[in-house]
């Protein structure tokens, strides 16, 4: 499928259940947080990337270190932590995030927000129990 046939099926209202392949979501998330990034430049703010992609041996270096799951949608290139800024000053809480994890939220059905469990700047795409 290509990402134009993904992009129409997206696209299409409808309240059929679509299952999307893993290699589907990745291309998804990477065009979800396109319009993430831009989102965030029009209403002002600044980014810098935290962590996308996170190998394996990481995430199980994290969990053993309480800092994360060893199952990680990071592991999986579905999850993406970006570092908020304005007026150049670092936002570091959850609630700075607020605004833009609903907007996140609403953009697809799959949208998961980190804010919903103490994880302000990471923004994921569900994929089976994993967020
Ligand atoms: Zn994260």
């Known amino acids: 499928m290509t ?5 129409s099926r997206e696209n299409r209202h409808t309240s059929e259940h679509r299952v999307l392949t893993l ?3 990745q291309s998804l998330f990477v065009r979800l947080i396109a319009r993430l990034i831009i989102e965030v430049d029009r209403r002002g703010y ?4 935290g962590e996308c992609w996170r190998p394996p041996e990481t995430a199980a270096l994290y969990a053993r270190q ?3 799951n060893k199952r990680s949608l990071h592991s999986l290139r579905l999850a993406f932590d970006l570092n908020l800024f304005k ?4 936002l570091r809480t959850t609630a700075a995030h ?3 994890g609903e907007w996140w939220e609403q953009q697809h059905e799959l949208c998961r927000w980190g804010g919903r469990f103490a994880d302000g ?3 994921s795409l569900k994929h089976g129990n994993m967020k």
């Open 23 to 25: 290699r589907q979501k």
């Open 87 to 90: 007026n150049g000053v670092y």
């Open 121 to 123: 700047n990471h923004y």
């Open 66 to 68: 309480g800092r994360g």
């Open 98 to 100: 607020q605004p833009l």
């Open 46 to 49: 600044e980014l810098t990337f």
């Open 3 to 7: 990402l134009r046939e993904l992009s």
